[in-house]
């Protein structure tokens, strides 16, 4: 370990060092030891959605849980008997453990605007069917 202070996040991609008159004198051995520090992150799942272009991206894994919701036509099923079957205009039925990404593209498949997109999802994180921040821009 390094000491207090010697360490500290500037943003989410970088860490300022501060190499005090201590660590100076032996400034190798500092990078040597910063360089085997094991790094954690975690990441917070989210689904960003733009309503204005309809594009969709994700950020981390995403399990769906077991739900059924209803909006603007389209029927979104996880989980239960039969959801293995390809989207059709108003049904999307995906499997217990499916990641969201499917389901994305089955959404898109059956014709879903990017509002009804937005609303889907937001019912399906209500309901526990998936746990991850949803953003709309």
Request: proline share 6%; no cysteine.
């Amino acid at each position: 370990t390094f000491g207090a202070g010697v360490a500290a996040v500037v943003d989410p991609g970088t860490v300022g060092l501060n190499a005090s008159a201590s660590t100076a004198d032996n400034i190798f051995e500092l990078f040597a030891g910063i360089d085997s520090l094991p790094i954690n992150t975690q990441t917070t799942p989210r689904i960003i959605v733009n309503r204005a272009n309809g594009s969709v991206g994700t950020v981390g894994t995403i399990i769906l849980r077991p739900a059924s919701i209803v909006h603007a036509g389209i029927t979104v099923t996880i989980g239960g008997a039969g959801t293995q079957g390809p989207p059709t205009a108003g049904l999307i039925e995906r499997p217990e453990g499916a990641d969201v990404r499917d389901l994305l593209a089955g959404l898109h498949i059956a014709g879903a605007r990017p509002s009804e997109i937005a609303t889907i999802l937001q019912m399906l994180r209500a309901a526990g069917a998936l746990s991850a921040e949803i953003i709309i821009q």
